[in-house]
């Protein structure tokens, strides 16, 4: 039996966040107290304000999901472009006088297509990648990283972790797992009294 409950949501963003935030409130409160959630953010699409919003969620991960959402915009950053992205990432999560960012240096790529250069950036920088299984032979030795299982569908073990996974998406648009839409499956996870993780936590 996995020890623990991973939860990944893609494309956090100021569009989505009017409904997500009172509806991961309501999962906070449903677990327990115990749900916790790592939010791929898009920091060119999400204010100042936003941010706060979730960061003021102490069980909330603000974590980096590309810069613009674009379509691929990772396939072709070079080593110098991605670690221009992360530190304008940290700073767009500064606060004022504030000393540490309002995000973890987490990183999604958009569609899960990443340069070679972005991931050696992601690696000297110290970052974790979350990624998926297909790509798991280009994440350099070094770069801690999230892989999840080739079947990632909500509440399905991981493979080789002790944990639950739970990835899914604020839109359901062109996809399967967004968070409306399979919410009962979210909800289901509390019932099975595990404590919830970042993906922080769980990568090796």
């Given amino acids: ?3 623990v409950v991973v939860v990944d949501i893609d494309d956090f963003s100021d569009t989505v966040a009017p409904w997500a935030l009172p509806l991961l409130d309501h999962l906070h409160a449903e677990s327990g107290g115990r749900f ?5 953010t898009i920091p060119a699409r999400t204010s100042p304000n ?5 960061a003021n969620r102490p069980w909330l991960e603000l974590a980096v999901h590309g810069w613009t959402h674009d379509g691929p915009e990772c396939a072709d950053w070079t080593q110098a472009r991605t670690q221009e992205v992360l530190a304008a990432a940290l700073a767009a999560g500064l606060e004022h006088n504030a000393e540490e960012s309002l ?3 987490v990183f999604k790529a958009p569609h ?17 990648i979350a990624d998926h299984p297909r790509n798991t032979l280009t994440i350099p030795l070094g770069l801690r990283r999230y892989v999840l299982s080739p079947d990632h ?3 399905r073990p991981h493979t080789i972790l002790p944990v639950i996974q739970a990835h899914g998406h604020f839109t359901g648009e062109g ?5 409306r839409e399979n919410l009962y499956q979210f909800r289901a ?7 919830y993780v970042w993906v922080s936590e769980v990568a090796v």
């Fill in 50 to 54: 936003t941010l706060r919003a979730a």
């Fill in 112 to 128: 899960w297509i990443a340069s070679l250069g972005t991931y050696v950036a992601l690696a000297q920088a110290g970052w974790t």
């Fill in 189 to 195: 996870l509390a019932q099975l009294n595990l404590p």
């Fill in 103 to 105: 995000f973890h240096c």
């Fill in 175 to 179: 996809v399967d797992n967004g968070l």
């Fill in 153 to 155: 569908r909500i509440g």
């Fill in 36 to 40: 916790r959630a790592t939010l791929f």
């Fill in 1 to 3: 039996m996995p020890d």
